[in-house]
């Protein structure tokens, strides 16, 4: 957490000196309300799709081969327009920035960094003195952002890499306006790899000092084209697991296809309009942490017939009930969901149901897996097969090197506990 502290601080010392800067030519240059305002919107509502340009960034670098083709036409056609872009050896440099690579792969997992890294380059677009050059920016302004975020960190290792990729997502944007603007969006090119130099150099320092530290597990992961990335449900990216895949829906206990509770359209009622049935969650209390922990009910009318320590059709968030078989994995989890999941094993150590969004995964030791859902929120669920093969216990959640373990007496939890000292005693 001090690192990210430590990054915001840079961000924000970095900002406000290109703010001092930038706030005189404001007061001169005028720029409309509906400009400005469209440009805001065009930012901020391309925040959600940007994150599927992290396997594009990551692709680009470790099997550039599929890509260079394409790239190479924009830089060509971005050429008529702009000077200094060039293609650049990604393979060369993956090899020749090995340790650099490896971090870098880890920070495209580190979703705090990139919320931090997005929101100062979508800070920083803002208070640009565009003027004029505001048009433009509004009709691209989500493949601008993707543009600047992802050449940042790609300048990190190729160097080149970074414009060539900015110039590659706005090739349109520059044959458009290049005719109507001329000698203006060479100064909106300028302007744009000014802030990506900037990004970038505030990236580099963050990776020289922490990135040994935030992303050791992640980066131990080896790198080459021959391996497969993958950008799982949760936004995570995985690289160099295989992995057995299954699509099956999560069902309710009538056997019929579900979602998680949150992902139920209720249209304002507690009754899900997937299957009709009723549904009520409620949250008992929250753990103080770094990252909270919550522990709480929930109830639905198709699992009326079906028993637990709250009564009939509850569970409550410890109360997952998973079997083995020969192949998979059958999960009830503490919303009387069922999914299914392929059983991963050493050879085969990951596995994943799209469909329903689950994964598992063999976890350190031999009969441990972690598993995750939708309905997880986020967490992981660490799971210990029991001698008698068939059944599986909760052993503790885990997110964010966050890890809350499970104290049972007989089938019963009776304590939750964290590595920090905080405790709840179950009765």
């Not at 930012?43 to 990551?58: Q, Y």
């Amino acid at each position: 957490l001090a690192a990210y502290d430590e990054l915001s601080r840079q961000q924000y010392a970095a900002l406000a000196a290109r703010w001092d800067e930038y706030r005189p030519q404001w007061t001169l240059n005028a720029i409309t309300a509906s400009l400005s305002e469209a440009f805001s919107e065009g930012l901020f509502s391309s925040l959600t799709g940007l994150w599927s340009d992290i396997k594009l960034a990551w692709n680009i670098i470790s099997d550039p081969e599929p890509y260079l083709r394409k790239m190479g036409d924009a830089l060509t056609q971005a050429g008529e327009w702009v000077s200094g872009l060039s293609l650049p050896d990604f393979s060369g440099a993956l090899e020749a920035n090995k340790e650099r690579a490896r971090q870098l792969m880890a920070l495209f997992n580190d979703e705090a960094a990139l919320y931090l890294l997005t929101r100062a380059t979508l800070l920083r677009l803002r208070m640009y003195p565009w003027g004029q050059l505001l048009t433009p920016l509004a009709e691209f302004a989500g493949e601008i952002l993707s543009g600047l975020v992802f050449g940042a960190l790609l300048t990190l290792v190729t160097g080149p890499g970074g414009p060539a990729f900015l110039a590659y997502k706005v090739v349109r944007m520059l044959t458009r306006y290049g005719p109507r603007l001329g000698q203006s969006v060479r100064r909106l090119w300028h302007a744009l790899t000014d802030i990506m130099a900037d990004m970038a150099g505030i990236m580099s320092g963050f990776l020289e000092k922490h990135g040994a530290i935030n992303h050791q597990r992640q980066a131990n992961a080896r790198l080459g084209p021959d391996h497969e990335t993958d950008l799982g449900t949760s936004r995570h990216t995985e690289i160099g697991l295989k992995t057995r895949e299954e699509s099956a829906p999560a069902t309710d206990p009538n056997g019929k296809p579900t979602k998680n509770t949150d992902a139920c359209d209720t249209d304002g009622c507690p009754v899900s309009l997937i299957n009709g049935e009723e549904l009520l969650a409620l949250t008992d209390f929250t753990l103080p942490d770094a990252v909270p922990f919550s522990v709480g009910r929930q109830y639905r009318t198709t699992a009326v017939e079906e028993a637990s320590t709250l009564g009939f059709g509850w569970r409550h968030t410890l109360d997952h009930h998973i079997t083995f078989t020969e192949g998979h994995i059958l999960w009830r989890d503490h919303e009387n969901v069922t999914l299914r999941l392929p059983l991963p094993d050493r050879a085969t150590p990951a596995s994943r149901n799209p469909l329903a969004g689950a994964r598992a995964w063999c976890d350190k030791e031999d009969n441990t897996f972690v598993l995750s859902a939708p309905s997880l929120k986020g967490w992981l669920m660490h799971v210990v097969r029991e001698p008698d093969g068939t059944r599986g216990r909760v052993s503790g959640f885990s997110r964010q090197r966050r890890r809350w373990q499970i104290e049972y007496e007989g089938a019963l939890p009776v304590r939750l506990f964290n590595t920090a000292g905080l405790a709840l005693h179950l009765r």
